[in-house]
């Protein structure tokens, strides 16, 4: 079976440049989350959707940061523009039911110059 | 709030016992363990109920004691391929039921030497 597929596994760019990370989650999951790592903060929850539909964004850092889900098999997280201080891995992860076990995706390693 | 875990980082031989702490000042629905290699994602390991319920999975179990909002990931007879940072996830409880989403702890680096 197909586990969470991030794309890209690695971005480098320039401040200031908009940033778009890519998620496909597992098949019949209905919840779908979205995390970023630091050494400093370690793993924090920016925002979660069930049945494609926002639940909690409080996690997300400020308004340059966004996330959608058109439809169940895909979602973005989009930073606009972006800052050195944004450089982090972000996961996304996917479950059925939100108590069940969460998938995680191999991370977007993103680095901004 | 996020859980504390503890303690920070624990150094091991092989064959040797480890206890891991999560802790929280929320009611709780369910806890959550997973552990992560370096430069890899997360990897789930358990999850348990309120209920007081203890699992196990191999020579790692874990409990859950809801009344102290407190569960422990217990590692027996360690191994090399235990290495690794363990997280503790929880689930706040939400008129009864869960809140869907996990808060996750900062972690616990352990290293298992030869």
């Known amino acids: 079976d197909a586990g969470v597929i991030q794309s890209p596994r690695h971005e480098v760019t320039e401040m200031g440049q908009e940033v778009t990370l890519r998620c496909k989650p597992i098949?019949?999951?209905?919840?779908l989350f979205w995390y970023r790592q630091t050494m400093m903060r370690g793993l924090e929850l920016l925002i979660y959707?069930?049945?494609?539909?926002?639940?909690?964004d409080s996690g997300m850092p400020e308004d340059r940061f966004s996330a959608k889900m058109p439809n169940a098999s895909f979602s973005t997280l989009k930073i606009q523009p972006s800052e050195p201080r944004d450089s982090a891995v972000y996961f996304c992860?996917?479950?059925?039911?939100?108590?069940?076990?969460?998938?995680f995706g191999d991370g977007t390693r993103l680095s901004i110059l | 709030q996020q859980p504390v875990q503890s303690p920070q980082a624990v150094i091991l031989r092989e064959g040797e016992d480890a206890v891991i702490n999560c802790s929280s000042s929320?009611?709780?629905?369910?806890v959550h363990w997973y552990r992560q290699k370096h430069g890899e994602a997360p990897v789930f390991l358990m999850i348990?109920?309120?209920?007081?319920e203890q699992k196990g999975h191999e020579k790692i179990s874990a409990s859950f004691n809801e009344k102290k909002q407190q569960s422990s990931l217990y590692l027996t007879a360690s191994q090399l391929s235990y290495s690794g940072t363990y997280f503790c996830?929880?689930?706040?409880?939400?008129?009864?039921?869960?809140?869907?989403?996990?808060?996750f702890g900062k972690g616990t680096k352990l290293s298992v030497k030869p």
């Open positions: 348990l109920l309120k209920g007081g």
């Open positions: 929320k009611a709780l629905y369910s």
């Open positions: 996830g929880t689930e706040a409880e939400w008129y009864g039921g869960s809140q869907g989403n996990l808060i």
């Open positions: 992860a996917s479950s059925f039911r939100g108590v069940q076990p969460q998938h």
């Open positions: 098949s019949g999951h209905d919840y």
């Open positions: 959707f069930n049945n494609n539909v926002p639940i909690d």
